[in-house]
Nanobody
Framework: QVQLVESGGGLVQAGNSLRLSCAAS????????MGWFRQAPGKERMFVAA????????YYADSVKGRFTISRDNAKNTVYLQMNLLKPEDTAIYYC?????????????????WGQGTQVTVSS
């Protein structure tokens, strides 16, 4: 079992930055692919970014490319999402996710573990 605990959400003005953190428990968590999804009010949960546990490969949703950066510290079993140039449309609950599967974690159905979520609100 893996438990994921997010932190770092909050309220910011458009154009500013936030960094989210996700701490994972479990001895093998560093080998998992980990990432982030987000869910805006009334919308489906959508993929944001992920990083492979095997080689550190990263991939992003088109809507955040060039603004968001995902990274991980395997010694701390922690994944980070640095969010720059935030826009009001980035407002959502951000969920940390993890999977043991080899396929890209770009869909909700490919996630094995979820965090409880952290709210990010971007004002205009």
């Amino acid at each position: 079992q893996v438990q994921l605990v997010e932190s770092g959400g909050g309220l910011v003005q458009a154009g500013n930055s936030l960094r989210l953190s996700c701490a994972a428990s479990g001895r093998t968590a560093s080998s998992y692919t980990m990432g982030w999804f987000r869910q805006a009010p009334g919308k489906e949960r959508m993929f944001v970014a992920a990083i492979s546990g095997s080689d550190g490969t990263t991939y992003y949703a088109d809507s955040v490319k060039g603004r968001f950066t995902i990274s991980r510290d395997n010694a701390k079993n922690t994944v980070y999402l640095q969010m720059n140039l935030l826009k009001p449309e980035d407002t959502a609950i951000y969920y940390c996710a993890a999977t043991t599967r080899v396929t890209r974690m770009t869909a909700v159905g490919r996630v094995d573990y979820w965090g409880q979520g952290t709210q990010v609100t971007v004002s205009s």
